[in-house]
């Protein structure tokens, strides 16, 4: 048994070129969604807008508001300054001065717990004595190992449903692609241990592979930009208003946790369809076409409040439900309820997986 299914992984194209896409295509994220520098451009613009309007509340004799984007002014200028010389415990000074100036001037509102949260969060960065990383809309190039793994998961993670998906259906379709089917069938193992084995030999062969191109890319941003620190805080939602921190190490502990509990669980699935659909092709678009109803069909609307923490589909953009990014943990969606629906989630696969086996006696 062991020698058959580790017979249709032989051919080591197939393991290179998925060990390639996932090795090769996070630092090629790195590198070509910008650096600090190419946020120049942004606050220029900006600067050039805030001078229109500072000139616009001069002529019309606003001197409060004038007053107000001439400070807008200063703090852009100070910002751009601080990124070109690479001052980034300056900038943070800068930000936390200016969070707490605008907190003081507004009167609540969506915007303001923003400032809360990322005050909260630069203040413990300061409090803790580590070098701030820019909280940019991007990855910038001089992100350290831990933070750049901490951003990396929001951008890969559809990439991870898409190579799981393919892979799932190469590997069960082996046996109808190599008219091995009826052979399968007569052999003197048992069809469920059969399956189970080609199930835990396929998740085994989809971890080894991410955490081997991982462990590469790790290398690549160390030699790069440094480990960074393993302790750096990120601000998460608690409640209304309420914040905590997690550091990095845990988010990114978290995330892993999820694209291991992903594997499993579109591998179980995957193994329930190989008992039904046969083709390669008809296998994948299945599959893919599964994840990416579940994730733009906003079907969860249908289902009750109460339900929604059990819902595989609130746990497709795990690296948001862990970094707490919205308020959906106040409905249970969180990361140890994650954990335990994608666990009972593949369970139920299996189990139906070896139902059907009972019961037809073939495949």
């Not at 090629?28 to 220029?44: A, H, R």
Request: with cysteine.
């Amino acid at each position: 048994m062991v020698e058959q299914e580790l017979s249709k992984y032989k051919n080591k194209k197939l393991l290179f070129i998925f060990l390639f896409v996932f090795t090769f295509l996070n630092p090629y994220l790195i590198y070509q969604i910008g650096n600090n520098l190419s946020f120049f451009p942004i606050y220029e613009s900006q600067l050039e807008l805030a001078r229109h309007l500072n000139t616009i509340h001069k002529t019309a004799g606003e001197t409060e508001m004038q007053e107000e984007q001439q400070k807008i002014i200063l703090f852009l200028e100070q910002t751009k300054h601080y990124l070109e010389e690479g001052d980034y415990n300056g900038l943070l000074n800068l930000r936390i001065a200016e969070a707490q100036r605008n907190l003081q001037r507004t009167n609540g509102g969506v915007t303001t717990t923003e400032t809360r949260k990322f005050l909260f969060q630069e203040i413990t960065i300061r409090e803790r004595g580590l070098i701030y990383i820019p909280r940019l809309d991007a990855v910038p190039r001089t992100m350290p190992m831990w933070n750049y793994f901490g951003k990396l998961f929001s951008l890969f993670n559809n990439n991870i449903y898409f190579l799981c998906a393919l892979w799932v259906a190469i590997a069960f379709s082996f046996e109808s692609r190599a008219n091995l089917k009826d052979l399968t069938n007569i052999a003197p193992v048992s069809l469920l241990k059969l399956f189970f084995f080609k199930w835990f030999l396929n998740i085994t062969i989809l971890s080894a592979i991410v955490i081997i191109a991982f462990i590469i890319s790790s290398i690549f941003i160390i030699l790069v930009n440094g480990i960074g620190s393993r302790n750096y805080p990120i601000a998460i939602n608690v409640g209304i208003n309420e914040f905590a921190i997690k550091d990095i190490s845990v988010i990114v502990l978290e995330n892993f946790g999820f694209v291991f509990l992903w594997i499993t669980a579109i591998s179980a699935l995957g193994l329930f369809i190989s008992l039904f659909v046969n083709h390669l092709v008809l296998q994948f678009i299945f599959l893919f076409s599964v994840f990416f109803l579940l994730g733009e069909g906003n079907i969860n609307s249908y289902f009750p409040t109460s339900w929604q923490r059990f819902l595989p589909m609130n746990y497709l953009n795990f690296p948001a439900v862990v970094s707490r990014e919205d308020y959906n943990h106040l409905l249970g969606i969180y990361t140890e309820n994650g954990f335990l629906t994608l666990s009972l989630l593949t369970i139920i696969f299996l189990s139906l997986t070896a139902i059907c086996l009972k019961i037809r006696k073939k495949w």
